[in-house]
């Protein structure tokens, strides 16, 4: 059953099945025409189905390792019927198999085991539970998953395949050791160790794509390892789509989701994100998702361009839950009529956003994370790029604190602002890697002096300390502090000292505390206050690039001061004054543009739900809130026809003027799309 020739499926399930050896009677009320028939009640059309579990146990009736079938499975075919009666109802069955995370095998095989750098076995000790010890790739074991794979391949008839943990994990294990030696790596050097994971991992991808397409042309292909970044870019052509494991309950937050995807959907790949109907994370049995929350993480995805998938564990007994899918249904009933706005659609953007992961190796990176809020708060249209991102399709781009110059980049960048692109660059970036002096000299600013390190050798800027001992301050004034008090805002995280080059225009400048909080001087609490003293350029306008010398956005990040999101807002309006949307709705809104060209159409996306932090571990989703007449402008590329409510159909009135469209959303209840006919 193919999917890439039309896109990914818009309404899939990942159905766990980790189940220990320690139950009996597994799958013995498993009944394949009543789990196919909930799966369509619930309008599923796409459910990853189990070959291989973390305890190392398979699903399937194997004759290549029949030791390794789950010892108390009482259908040995429980994986063959699943996928037929799902292919009677027209609904795909891609196989999971697990990678590196196997129980089974690593008790038997520790030797195959990834060995740390202090000469441990990694993950899980040998007396806590769980299955989470990593196998090394290099060792015997990457022979093991793929004849595993292969009669899989050739036994089922397989849809998709999802390899599950497929992480690079630094490794000094024997094997590992010979390879690194081999190819003139040093073993004992971290950084080789980790390039060599890298390779490793890259190397198997590829070549496990080969070996899948030497049984099966057509299944989809996909390795799991619970987050897309940068990293993945030398893999890519091992991958027929993207999965973003995100669910936010589950650890990831709510601010994972978006900032992955907005990054992912620039990588030339349909993409698909996961979330779960769990009341947190994965193996949380018996427990739900509030309806409210999985509406709005599911319309989430449609408004950024990904499908929906919901994860579930089914039990050991094999036994579907109804009311699981009577609240996946409630959902997916509502995704299903939202599809022919969704099919074929490409996010507008004229914004793109650094990813700051490329320099700080975290998938939540602050600068970035920061950023993604500003400008959602804000209603802008935006992508998240890398250093290898084509900028000409943006107007603006914005380089977050953390953005390092090499060469390469220096060139691109140069390029884009010559070309009249506009950029807000921000602290650190700009800089080259070592941070001695700006690379980028379109940004019209140099470093005074060397950076200043405190007395412990860190950096004085940019550094994060409990009473802001390097705090500074700025004076809101001119277009920049537009709906800002004219007077101090105090900057938590010291900003670089620069001087302004030739022809380059101070907006702002900082004004210095008294001095420095150490135990010689303090005062109150936490920081000192301004002293009223002019220090040095904190803003800095050369042409079409705007340079904050403070941290702005990891600012943004930690505590949220509204006065870095307005100044950062104020800029973008002075860089791109005509943005591709607007709207009067309050900073809790999230609006997303899309076009589907082959439908002449915009739709606009405008979602209302607010993730609320109600207990200690997780934020909650439990109303939805409606907002009611809601202006938006949009900039419309060519004279607007009609605007509508959709799917209901009801028509909005709507005015042109100085080629923006704008329009009143009666009412958003959770998520409300319009569609604008061209
Ligand atoms: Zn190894």
């Known amino acids: 059953m193919d999917q890439t020739e039309q896109g990914l499926r818009f309404r899939q399930i990942h159905l766990d099945f980790h189940t220990s050896e320690a139950i009996t009677g597994v799958a013995a009320k498993f009944d394949a025409e009543e789990f196919a028939s909930v799966l369509e009640q619930a309008r599923v059309n796409s459910i990853t189905c189990f070959a291989r579990c973390?305890?190392?146990?398979?699903?399937?009736?194997?004759?290549?390792?029949?030791?390794?079938?789950?010892?108390?499975?009482?259908?040995?075919?429980?994986?063959k019927e699943q996928i037929e009666a799902c292919h009677r109802r027209k609904i795909r069955v891609p196989v999971y198999i697990t990678v590196q995370w196997d129980h089974y095998t690593a008790v038997r095989h520790p030797e195959w085991l990834v060995v740390t750098a202090d000469g441990r076995f990694s993950g899980t000790p040998p007396f806590e539970p769980g299955f989470y010890r990593n196998l090394c790739l290099n060792s015997p074991y990457r022979e093991l998953v793929k004849e595993i794979t292969a009669e899989v391949l050739e036994t089922l008839p397989v849809d998709g395949l999802f390899f599950d943990i497929v992480i690079v994990r630094e490794c000094a294990c024997r094997h590992c050791i010979d390879g690194m030696k081999r190819q003139g790596m040093d073993p004992a050097n971290r950084e080789d160790r980790l390039r060599y994971a890298v390779q490793t991992l890259n190397q198997f991808k590829l070549e496990m794509a080969e070996f899948v397409r030497s049984?099966?042309?057509?299944?989809?292909?996909?390795?799991n390892a619970g987050h897309i970044g940068p990293l993945i870019r030398e893999s890519m052509p091992a991958y027929t789509h993207l999965e973003l494991e995100s669910l936010p309950s589950g650890g990831w937050g709510y601010l994972h989701f978006p900032l992955t995807m907005r990054y992912a959907r620039t990588l030339g790949l349909d993409c698909l994100s996961h979330t779960g109907r769990f009341h947190t994370s994965w193996g949380d049995f018996h427990s739900f998702k509030n309806t409210a929350a999985l509406e709005f993480e599911c319309f989430h995805m449609l408004a950024l361009n990904a499908k929906c998938l919901i994860g579930d564990q089914l039990h050991p007994d094999g036994e579907i839950s109804r009311p699981v899918y009577e609240l996946i249904g409630s959902v997916y009933r509502q995704v299903e009529q939202k599809e022919p706005w969704c099919r074929g659609a490409k996010a507008v953007t004229d914004m793109a956003v650094f990813n700051t992961e490329e320099f700080d190796g975290k998938?939540?990176?602050?600068?970035?994370?920061?950023?993604?809020?500003?400008?959602?708060?804000?209603g802008h249209q935006f992508d998240i790029v890398d250093s290898r991102s084509d900028f000409s399709q943006y107007k603006l781009l914005i380089l977050p604190d953390l953005v390092a110059v090499d060469d390469q980049l220096e060139q691109k960048l140069e390029e884009y602002l010559a070309a009249g692109g506009r950029m807000i660059a921000s602290a650190f970036s700009g800089l080259d890697a070592g941070k001695s002096?700006?690379?980028?000299?379109?940004?019209?600013?140099?470093?005074?002096?060397?950076l200043r390190r405190d007395s412990g050798g860190d950096l004085a800027a940019g550094r994060l300390a409990e009473g802001n001992d390097h705090a500074e301050y700025i004076v809101a004034k001119g277009a920049l502090g537009k709906g800002?008090?004219?007077?101090?805002?105090?900057?938590?995280?010291?900003?670089?000292?620069?001087?302004?080059a030739d022809g380059a225009e101070v907006l702002i400048d900082t004004v210095a505390s008294y001095f420095d909080r150490t135990w010689e001087h303090f005062c109150s609490h936490r920081h000192t206050p301004s002293s009223g003293r002019i220090d040095y350029p904190a803003v800095v306008r050369r042409g079409g690039a705007i340079y904050f010398a403070h941290p702005v956005f990891t600012q943004y990040h930690i505590n949220g001061p509204r006065w870095c999101k307005i100044l950062v807002l104020n800029a973008i309006d002075l860089l791109l004054p005509d943005p591709v949307l607007r709207h009067s709705g309050p900073s809790s809104l999230v609006a997303a543009v899309n076009e589907q060209a082959h439908a002449g159409r915009w739709v606009v996306h405008l979602?209302?739900?607010i993730p609320e932090r109600r207990c200690r571990e997780i934020d909650?989703?439990?109303?939805?809130?409606?907002?009611?007449?809601?202006?938006?402008?949009?900039?419309?590329?060519?004279?607007?026809?009609?605007?509508?409510?959709?799917?209901?159909?009801?028509?909005?009135?709507?005015q042109e003027r100085d080629g923006r469209a704008e329009f009143v959303v009666p009412k958003i209840d959770g998520h409300q799309m319009v569609e604008v006919n061209f």
């Open 620 to 654: 909650v989703v439990e109303d939805v809130i409606s907002l009611y007449d809601v202006t938006v402008s949009i900039r419309a590329p060519q004279k607007v026809a009609s605007v509508r409510c959709v799917p209901s159909g009801e028509p909005i009135r709507f």
């Open 437 to 450: 002096e700006f690379r980028l000299k379109p940004l019209g600013v140099r470093l005074r002096q060397p």
């Open 54 to 79: 973390h305890h190392g146990w398979l699903y399937y009736d194997s004759k290549k390792f029949p030791e390794r079938i789950h010892p108390h499975l009482a259908n040995r075919n429980l994986l």
């Open 607 to 609: 979602l209302h739900y």
């Open 363 to 378: 998938q939540v990176s602050p600068p970035t994370a920061g950023a993604l809020r500003m400008l959602q708060e804000a």
């Open 484 to 500: 800002l008090p004219e007077t101090e805002h105090v900057m938590y995280l010291k900003g670089l000292e620069v001087a302004a």
């Open 215 to 223: 049984f099966n042309r057509n299944c989809s292909i996909f390795y």
